[in-house]
């Protein structure tokens, strides 16, 4: 079994700061691309940015964050992170890490999300 647990949502004012982290634990061979994604009520989940594998990940980012947000990974502590500056109040939303990781050396690749953390930037 595989459990993704995040952390770091809350309350921030416009202009401040969150990190959220995601940390994948259980029956793990390898991970593959990580990212988080946002949902707001009403409306579909959207990504907000993604890394691939590798020890120079490469990451892409919706155009509404670039520049504020920035994602990275911690291939030790199988942990994706998501710093985010500069926020404003229509980055708030529930926010997901998605997690593509394989289980068994001869298993494929299968998609996990976590259980979401809130992000409210209001003043």
């Known amino acids: 079994q595989v459990q993704l647990v995040e952390s770091g949502g809350g309350l921030v004012q416009p202009g401040g700061s969150l990190r959220l982290s995601c940390a994948a634990s259980?029956?793990?061979?390898?991970?593959?691309?990580m990212g988080w994604y946002r949902q707001v009520p009403g409306k579909q989940r959207e990504l907000v940015a993604h890394?691939?594998?590798?020890?120079?990940?490469?990451?892409n980012y919706a155009d509404s964050v670039k520049g504020r947000f920035t994602i990275s990974r911690d291939n030790a502590k199988n942990t994706v992170y998501l710093q985010m500056n500069r926020l404003k109040p229509e980055d708030t939303a529930v926010y997901y890490c998605?997690?593509?990781?394989?289980?068994?050396?001869?298993?494929?690749?299968?998609?996990?999300w976590g259980q979401g953390t809130q992000v409210t930037v209001s003043s």
């Open positions: 890394i691939t594998s590798g020890g120079n990940g490469n990451t």
């Open positions: 259980g029956t793990i061979f390898s991970i593959n691309a």
């Open positions: 998605n997690v593509a990781l394989r289980s068994r050396s001869w298993a494929v690749d299968r998609i996990y």
